[in-house]
């Protein structure tokens, strides 16, 4: 199912453009001019659900070239961030990803505790307040926003900004499907913000257990997935020079279990966060930021000063990427001080 929305002065615009351009080939030129960005920029945040960094040193650069690429080659990134502390599962942590809240409503978070598509409550009612998104603050930026996800329990997003969330494109379990529809939109209209969840780890973990050689083929399926979004963006013009990618997971997975949701286990709460693309370092991500603490093996908690890189930060670092403001009433990356140049 896939439901369409631009703002009016999108529309406008695009159309004027179209009225303007002359008669011929699309060119960048005549792309740019219908293109609401936000400093010029652009930022595709990829959530890889359920990817537990292992499967990665498993891979290989061989098995899994482009995370490697985006990840340590290329990129500026950590095998070593930190999901949320209450939960390990996927809708908390998204919602933590686009809100740069923590989870438990009554210390702040935003409320989202359930996991499935059956409540139809916005993030608004989970919360008992106004909440604002990554999405909220792109918009109100001038910017436009897409969303592109692999489970239906992600309609929460534009169920609960409806204004701010231009496009959502979801297809369940079609992975390959919301990439095709986030290339074909990064060619002609691409947002400011997309963000773009990929569900076929965690789905096959639950079938076949994480680590198992189904799940590491599911992994190196969307190392290829991810790896056209690359090369998406290197070989536009238009995109190459003022776009990044920042990349995270909601959660790991316990290997030899079909299990992700226990909190205080290091193969749930150790993911992957990294940024690739124009003007990024290629560093270590904690080198590159000494105001944030490597965990090793541990589990800080919220009383940890500094805290580590956590998945939380994908909203406020995106934002710091696009020129705009933190989310207001965030916490994670409220100072827009993590570093990724
Ligand atoms: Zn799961």
Known sequence: MTSLRRPAAVLAATLAAALLAAPGPATADRADAGRATVNGKHVIAISVDGLNPRALNRLGRAGAPNLHRLIKDEGAGTLNARTQLEMTVTLPNHTSMVTGRRIKASKGGHGVTWNDDKVTKTVQQAAGHDVASVFTQVHEAGGTTAVYATKSKFWLFERSWPKAVDKNVIQVEKN????KALR????TDPASFSFVHLGKPDQVGHHSGWMSAKYLKAVAKMDALVGSIMDQ???????????VIVLTSDHGGIPGTKNHAIKTNREDYRVAFAFWGAGVAQKDLYALNPDRAKPGRSRPGFGASPQPIRNGEVANASLDILGVGPVPDSLWNVEQDLDWK
């Open 176 to 179: 390959g499907a919301v990439v």
């Open 184 to 187: 074909s939109d990064l060619a």
């Open 233 to 243: 963006v290197s070989s536009t013009p238009a995109l190459r020079d003022n776009t």
